[in-house]
Nanobody, 125 residues
C-alpha cells in the first residue's frame, strides 16, 4: 500500500533550523512523478501550503516560506525534503508531506491525493 512517511520534526529555538524528510513507500516511479508538496496545520487553524516541487524541480513557495525554506526531491529515491532555516514561533505546526494529482503544483490541499501522517515542528521564542 502506498504511503508517505515524514521524519525530522522536533523542537528548536527561534532562529534555528530543521530538515524534514518524506519517504514514499509503495509508490511506483510513475506514481511519484507528480507534484510533491509540504503543508502545515497549527492548532485551531486551517491546513496551509508551505511549498511544492514538480517532477522537473520547479518550485513554488508560500509567502511565509520564501527566503527561509527550501524544498527538494530525489525522484530516484522517491524522497522529498524541506530545509527550514531561521525558524519562527509562528512556524509551529504539524507538517504534512503530500502528493498532488497533477504534475504542475497547485499547493492546494483540495488537490492532494495522498497525505502523510505528519511530523510536529515546535519553535520556541
Amino acid at each position: 500500500q502506498a504511503e508517505l512517511v515524514e521524519s525530522g520534526g522536533g523542537s528548536v529555538q527561534a532562529g534555528g533550523s530543521l530538515r524534514l524528510s518524506c519517504a514514499a513507500s509503495g509508490f511506483t516511479y510513475s506514481h511519484f512523478y507528480y507534484c510533491m508538496a509540504w503543508f502545515r496545520q497549527a492548532p485551531g487553524k486551517d491546513r496551509e501550503a508551505v511549498a511544492g516541487i514538480d517532477p522537473d524541480g520547479g518550485t513554488i513557495y508560500a509567502d511565509s516560506a520564501k527566503g527561509r525554506f527550501t524544498i527538494s526531491r530525489d525522484n530516484a529515491k522517491k524522497t522529498l525534503s524541506l530545509e527550514m532555516n531561521n525558524l519562527k514561533p509562528e512556524d509551529t505546526a504539524l507538517y504534512y508531506c503530500a502528493a498532488e494529482w497533477d504534475r504542475l503544483c497547485s499547493i492546494n490541499p483540495d488537490n492532494v491525493r495522498k497525505w502523510g501522517q505528519g511530523t510536529q515542528v515546535t519553535v520556541s521564542s
